[in-house]
């Protein structure tokens, strides 16, 4: 046996406005995290790859040939301006045109001979293996920067080229500087907290912000629930939509539509009880007097005629209640649309005329079913389109003549292709026009009627029919006798193959 898990209540709109609006800050602050990393790193980087550069060219500054030879008076200003708190290596490097070391860490690497130094890019990655020491780049006019493995970590070079015109047309020296790469990715890493930390300050102000701006917008949804709250239970009026925003007056307008519906189908309920109360009342207190009289009298013959009487009053009554309650069901403004269903207009008519069958041949009167195709769907509730053709034809058998004819038609209606429509005709005395109107009334009866029954046939034909979007109709038949009943219906909107339908252009012809 499976059972349900309760459906999970909705979180409150003041969380759900924080969730799609913090959620998406906090995504963009995640991106914005990325972007803020590589201008991070890359803002570290240029301001340690001047400082390299500034180191080699103070170095540069104090190369000088003396006696035909190149010295080197390495001075420690120029690796001082390296110098950070961090445990942070530096090796620098001079090396003669003759690709001799002069002075430094002989296997510090130079950049990568396939690319030509004054084409190398800002940061030229030289990868895994240092190039020989006899290796000579080619004369650059500006600092070239570049990074390479050695002993075991990667450090950040920077290499100057100073042409000494002394020691020949083409001598350069070159000055190679590098340094372990702790100082500038502390920075980097500096540069990005307090980055993150001043955005994240600002998200949480934001936050706090739009909380605040969020109660003080839905304190028009507040007072309206406190209005509503402290309503009367039978307080129906609209609900006035001027105290809150343009966003929420949708739903105010849906509310009040649907309590209008709600105080109709209440009036309605009130005025059928009303009506029932009273219609019921008379018969009981008739049966009870038949009932008292019969007592006091104690003559077998009085009795077995009052059993007879309050039997059929009995039957009047059980005929009553079920109409009072098929009144309630149909009631269009209680009754959800019944055109979401189909029903066959045909068959529903075929099946209440033979039920009606032996009551017509109880006056003698002959009962007769017109279709002009096996079958003609319609939209609608098919317990109900059944309650309005026996209705229909009921009526007809009660206060139709004794030997006269009553005609069932499923037909189409004239200049409108594709309505279908059910029509009920009898040879009675018909209802006079100016009772046309207050017949569909509950528990009205018409002036020259004169058979028995509780007034509540045509109103529930009327109710169903307006809960189909269906039009009801009196007329005179073309023999001016008696009365014909027509129901106008919207088909289906299925195809003609599938559901029955002839073509709409062609005039069906009546089958008996």
Same mark, same amino acid.
């Given at each position: 046996?499976?059972?349900?898990?309760?459906?999970?209540?909705?979180?409150?709109? $003041?969380?759900?406005?924080?969730?799609?609006?913090?959620?998406?800050?906090?995504?963009?602050?995640?991106? =914005?995290?990325?972007?803020?990393?590589?201008?991070?790193?890359?803002?570290?980087?240029?301001?340690?790859?001047?400082?390299?550069?500034?180191?080699?060219?103070?170095?540069?500054?104090?190369?000088?040939?003396?006696?035909?030879?190149?010295?080197?008076?390495?001075?420690?200003?120029?690796?001082?301006?390296?110098?950070?708190?961090?445990?942070?290596?530096?090796?620098?490097?001079?090396?003669?045109?003759?690709?001799?070391?002069?002075?430094?860490?002989?296997?510090?690497?130079?950049?990568?001979?396939?690319?030509?130094?004054?084409?190398?890019?800002?940061?030229?990655?030289?990868?895994?293996?240092?190039?020989?020491?006899?290796?000579?780049?080619?004369?650059?006019?500006?600092?070239?920067?570049?990074?390479?493995?050695?002993?075991?970590?990667?450090?950040?070079?920077?290499?100057?080229?100073?042409?000494?015109?002394?020691?020949?047309?083409?001598?350069?020296?070159?000055?190679?500087?590098?340094?372990?790469?702790?100082?500038?990715?502390?920075?980097?890493?500096?540069?990005?907290?307090?980055?993150?930390?001043?955005?994240?300050?600002?998200?949480?102000?934001?936050?706090?912000?739009?909380?605040?701006?969020?109660?003080?917008?839905?304190?028009?949804?507040?007072?309206?629930?406190?209005?509503?709250?402290?309503?009367?239970?039978?307080?129906?009026?609209?609900?006035?939509?001027?105290?809150?925003?343009?966003?929420?007056?949708?739903?105010?307008?849906?509310? =009040?539509?649907?309590?209008?519906?709600?105080?109709?189908?209440?009036?309605?309920?009130? $005025?059928?009880?009303?009506?029932?109360?009273?219609?019921?009342?008379?018969?009981?207190?008739?049966?009870?007097?038949?009932?008292?009289?019969?007592?006091?009298?104690?003559?077998?013959?009085?009795?077995?005629?009052?059993?007879?009487?309050?039997?059929?009053?009995?039957?009047?009554?059980?005929?009553?209640?079920?109409?009072?309650?098929?009144?309630?069901?149909?009631?269009?403004?209680?009754?959800?649309?019944?055109?979401?269903?189909?029903?066959?207009?045909?068959?529903?008519?075929?099946?209440?005329?033979?039920?009606?069958?032996?009551?017509?041949? $109880?006056?003698?009167?002959?009962?007769?079913?017109?279709?002009?195709?096996?079958?003609?769907?319609?939209?609608?509730?098919?317990?109900?389109?059944?309650?309005?053709?026996?209705?229909?034809?009921?009526?007809?058998?009660?206060?139709?003549?004794?030997?006269?004819?009553?005609?069932?038609?499923?037909?189409?209606?004239?200049?409108?292709?594709?309505?279908?429509?059910?029509?009920?005709?009898?040879?009675?005395?018909?209802?006079?026009?100016?009772?046309?109107?207050?017949?569909?009334?509950?528990?009205?009866?018409?002036? =020259?009627?004169?058979?028995?029954?509780?007034?509540?046939?045509?109103?529930?034909?009327?109710?169903?029919?307006?809960?189909?979007?269906?039009?009801?109709?009196?007329?005179?038949?073309?023999?001016?006798?008696?009365?014909?009943?027509?129901?106008?219906?919207?088909?289906?909107?299925?195809?003609?193959?599938?559901?029955?339908?002839?073509?709409?252009?062609?005039?069906?012809?009546?089958?008996?």
């Amino acid at each position: 046996m499976s059972s349900k898990s309760p459906a999970r209540p909705s979180d409150s709109l $003041r969380l759900q406005l924080l969730h799609w609006l913090l959620l998406p800050l906090l995504l963009l602050l995640s991106v =914005n995290a990325w972007f803020s990393n590589r201008a991070a790193v890359a803002n570290a980087a240029g301001a340690f790859d001047r400082l390299l550069t500034a180191s080699a060219q103070a170095i540069a500054e104090d190369i000088e040939v003396k006696d035909g030879e190149i010295v080197v008076d390495l001075p420690y200003a120029a690796l001082e301006l390296l110098e950070t708190n961090l445990q942070e290596r530096i090796f620098y490097r001079v090396v003669a045109p003759d690709g001799k070391t002069l002075t430094g860490y002989d296997d510090l690497p130079l950049p990568p001979q396939s690319v030509p130094a004054q084409k190398l890019p800002l940061r030229q990655q030289a990868g895994l293996s240092a190039q020989p020491a006899d290796s000579n780049p080619s004369p650059a006019a500006g600092p070239t920067l570049y990074a390479a493995r050695y002993r075991g970590e990667t450090v950040h070079l920077a290499l100057l080229q100073k042409r000494l015109y002394r020691a020949g047309p083409s001598a350069p020296v070159s000055i190679i500087v590098a340094e372990t790469g702790e100082a500038r990715d502390a920075l980097s890493h500096q540069i990005l907290v307090d980055g993150l930390q001043r955005q994240g300050l600002l998200i949480v102000a934001a936050g706090g912000l739009v909380w605040i701006g969020m109660l003080r917008g839905l304190q028009p949804l507040g007072r309206l629930r406190r209005q509503v709250a402290q309503r009367a239970p039978s307080d129906l009026s609209p609900i006035d939509p001027a105290g809150v925003q343009r966003e929420v007056r949708p739903l105010i307008d849906a509310l =009040n539509l649907h309590t209008a519906r709600i105080e109709r189908l209440l009036s309605s309920r009130q $005025r059928l009880i009303t009506d029932a109360s009273h219609q019921m009342r008379t018969p009981l207190a008739e049966m009870r007097t038949q009932i008292e009289y019969s007592l006091r009298q104690n003559q077998p013959e009085l009795s077995h005629q009052t059993l007879l009487d309050v039997h059929g009053d009995i039957d009047r009554l059980a005929r009553l209640l079920s109409q009072l309650l098929l009144q309630a069901r149909a009631d269009p403004d209680g009754l959800p649309d019944p055109r979401s269903g189909r029903a066959d207009l045909v068959e529903l008519a075929r099946a209440a005329s033979l039920d009606l069958v032996g009551a017509a041949r $109880r006056k003698t009167m002959d009962l007769s079913f017109e279709a002009p195709a096996p079958a003609v769907t319609v939209g609608g509730n098919g317990l109900l389109l059944r309650e309005l053709i026996n209705n229909l034809i009921d009526n007809a058998i009660t206060h139709g003549r004794v030997g006269g004819q009553v005609r069932v038609r499923v037909a189409w209606r004239p200049g409108c292709a594709g309505r279908a429509q059910l029509e009920v005709e009898d040879d009675g005395p018909g209802i006079l026009p100016v009772d046309r109107e207050r017949v569909f009334e509950r528990f009205y009866r018409a002036a =020259n009627g004169s058979a028995p029954g509780s007034g509540l046939g045509l109103a529930i034909v009327r109710d169903i029919a307006r809960a189909h979007a269906a039009s009801v109709e009196l007329l005179t038949p073309t023999t001016g006798v008696g009365l014909c009943v027509r129901v106008a219906f919207a088909p289906a909107p299925a195809p003609a193959e599938a559901s029955g339908l002839p073509d709409a252009a062609a005039a069906p012809g009546p089958a008996t």
